[in-house]
């Protein structure tokens, strides 16, 4: 869906109350990324990853770091992608605002970038942590702020 003339206070009244629908799920994957972290993940990083159109679309998704990080994320692949918006059939999945770049009045991936890191912090709050030093990042330097620590 095209959303012309959407402000930016209500993309993000929209975009949470769209994660807010998707917490349970998200918060089931972290868990399982919690009883699944191998030995040697020294972080973990979840990352905000708008696409570069500034349509709407966006990911985020669990990394680690420590050694050989093909393997670290290997052991988490089933459950690293915590949220994702995606075109099926000519349809969004979910069904978030999409904006000509062109036209919106703010930066659309600056929008998707602090909301969604607001909402990881909630998340992480709930579940505890996963017992390593960990921090969210907006992809590309969107957001009003780099990155967060998360704490639990």
């Known amino acids: 869906m095209r959303q012309a003339g959407m402000t930016a206070d209500e993309y993000k009244t929209v975009l949470q109350s769209i994660l807010q629908v998707h917490s349970q799920l998200a918060l089931e994957h972290l868990n399982a990324i919690k009883h699944a972290l191998p030995q040697k993940a020294r972080q973990v990083m979840v990352g905000v990853h708008p696409g570069q159109s500034e349509e709407g679309f966006f990911d985020i998704v669990v990394h680690l770091e420590g050694p050989d990080l093909y393997v670290l994320d290997k ?14 059939d000519g349809e969004m999945r979910p069904d978030v605002p999409m904006f000509d770049p062109d036209d919106a009045a703010f930066s659309v991936n600056d929008v998707i970038v602090d909301i969604c890191m607001e909402w990881i912090e909630g998340l992480w709050q709930r579940l505890g942590g996963l017992g390593l030093p960990a921090f969210v990042f907006g992809e590309e330097g969107y957001g009003t702020v780099e990155s967060k620590p998360l704490l639990p």
Do not use: D, G, S, Y
């Open 75 to 88: 052991a988490i692949e089933r459950h690293r992608l915590l949220f994702e918006v995606k075109c099926i």
